[in-house]
C-alpha cells in the first residue's frame, strides 16, 4: 500500500486561515518584534506574497523552499505558497553543509527564500552553489550576487491580477501536498514526509478542540519551523483556535521572558530539554509560566519530580505524542489527569484518529503488552516524497502507520510510551528500553538530562551506557546513580557505564543527537568489563 486511504475535510489551508479571518478579520493575528498585524493586515501582505511567486513561475506541485528562524516572513511565505498550491519546504538556519546539500537535492526547489545574512551567514551565496541554475534565490536582506530582494519580486508581483491568484487557488484540492518536512534523522538520512492540506487542518481542528480557543488564545513560537512542533503544535493549532502568534527569532531565555512578561502568552509547548532550560533559570520559568494557561510537552517522557515543580505555577498540563508523519500531536493527556498520569503516559488518541499497540504478527495485542504503536486517521501524512518504498514500509494493509515505536496500553485506556523500536537492545537475553532507563535516572534531583546508548559486552552482547547532563550548579557521580537506579529498576536495566557532560549533544530540532552517542559508546566499550 502506498499510502492511506483518503479521508479528505474539504478544506485546505488557505480555507483555514479564511474561516478563521471572516470571523474577526481585526483581531491581532500576529506580533513579531515592534510588527502587529491584524489577521485582515496578514492577509493582504500573504496575497501579494503569492502573486509575486505567481510572478516567479511558481506553480502548483513546485517545491518552495525557506531557509527562515521563526518569524512573520515565514508564516506569510508558508500561507502565500500553499495557497496557490506550491509545497512549502522549511529549512533550519542551524544546519551545516551536508544537512543542506541532502535536503535541497531531494526536495529540488523552484525557489529558494531564505533570510541573509543572519547570524554572521551569508545564505545567499552559501546555498547557491547547492541548488540548480533554473532555481531563483530571493533574498529577506541584502542579496548576494545573483539573489533577487525581496522588495523587487514583491513589486512585480503586483501585474499578477486578482483573477489570476484566484484561479491559482482554486485549483488547490485538499489532499495536494502542502508542507514537506524532513525527519529529525536520529536513525538514518532524514527522509520528507509530504502532510497534505487535509492532514494539517484535520490535525489543527482536532487540537483546538480539546485545548479550547482560551487557552491557545496566545503563544510565543521560537522554535525551529521546519518542524512540526513550529509548524503543527504551535502555529496551525493557534491559528484554528484565532489565536495570536508572537514570533521570536530564538530560544534566548531572558528575551523570552521579558517577551513573556510584554504579551502575557497562554499556550506552551515543551519537551524535557525545554523544562530543563527553564529550570536552570527559576526567574525565567516564573516569567514563562506567570499567564501561561495550558502547557503540552512531549519529544520523550517527563519525570514526575519535573512536573512536580512545573504544576504550582497552576497551569493546566498534557503529555503529549507525535511524529513528524502524524503532523505533530496525534496523542493526549486529559488536563484534568493525574500528575502520575502525565509523568507515565501518553494519553489517548486524537479525535478522529485510531491507536493500536501491534504484535510482530500485526495483531492487536492484549492490554498491558508491549508492540508497536500504529496510527490510522486523517491526520496522517500523504508519504514520503519521491520514496515510494520507503512510503509502503510505513503503513500496513489496512492503512496504519508504522510509528517504530513501542507502546503499550493501560487498563485505564491511556498509552505509554515505552521506547523506539530501533533503540531497543537486548542485555543477557533482557529486553532493555533506554527511555525506560533514561526516565528513572531524571527523578535524581541533581539530573537535568539522561540519553541510553547500547554498546557491546563480552558477556552480555549488549549493555546500557548513560550519558547524563546535570543540573546547573549540581554535581553527580556515576556511583551515585548508579545506587540511585538499583531501588528502581532491574539490575540488567541498570547501566553498566555513565558518563557525565557539561552538555549533551543536540539535533537542530534539541532533541538529543543519539547517533552521535552511540559513536561516542563504540569508543569507550573496550573499557567496560
Known sequence: MSKPPAQATGLTLRDL?????????????????????????LEARIDAYAKALLNLGVARGDRVA??????L??????????SIGAIWVGVNPRYQQRDFAHLLEDSAPAVLLAVSPFDDRDYCAELRPLLPNACAIVCHGTPSAGALALSDVLAAGAAVSDADLAAARARVDPEDAAVIV????????????MLSHRAIVSSAR???????????????????VNHVGAINNICTNVLAAGGTLIFHPRVDLPALGALSRQEKPTYLVSSPTGFAMMMSNPRSIGERLRHTRLIVFGGAMTALSVLEQIAPYGSRLSSVYGQTETCGIITHTDPGDALEAHAETIGRPL?????????ADGAEVPVGETGEIQIRGPHVMSGYFRNPQATAEAFTADGFLRTGDLGRRRPDGNLVFVGRLKEMF????YNVYPVEVEQAI????????????????????????????????????????????KARIANYKVPKAFEIQAELPKLPNSKIDKMSLRALAAERATTVA
Open 17 to 41: 486561515f479564511r474561516e478563521v479571518a471572516a470571523r474577526a478579520p481585526e483581531a491581532l493575528a500576529v506580533v513579531d518584534g515592534e510588527t502587529r498585524l491584524s489577521f485582515a493586515e
Open 73 to 82: 516572513d515565514f508564516w506569510v511565505a508558508l500561507h502565500a505558497a500553499t
Open 206 to 224: 482536532a487540537n483546538a478542540a480539546w485545548m479550547g480557543a482560551d487557552d491557545l488564545a496566545r503563544s510565543v513560537c521560537a522554535a525551529p
Open 442 to 485: 531524571c527523578e535524581h534531583p541533581a539530573v537535568a538530562l539522561a540519553a541510553v546508548v547500547p554498546m557491546d559486552h563480552p558477556t552480555f552482547q549488549e549493555v546500557g551506557m548513560a550519558f547524563v547532563e546535570p543540573r546547573p550548579g549540581a554535581s553527580v557521580t556515576g556511583d551515585e546513580l548508579r545506587d540511585f537506579l
Open 351 to 359: 479525535a478522529g484518529a485510531e491507536a493500536r499497540i501491534a504484535g
Open 426 to 429: 537486548k542485555s543477557g537475553g
Open 182 to 193: 524532513y525527519t529529525s534523522g536520529t536513525t538514518g538520512r532524514p527522509k520528507g514526509a
Open 66 to 71: 525557506m531557509l527562515v528562524p521563526p518569524s
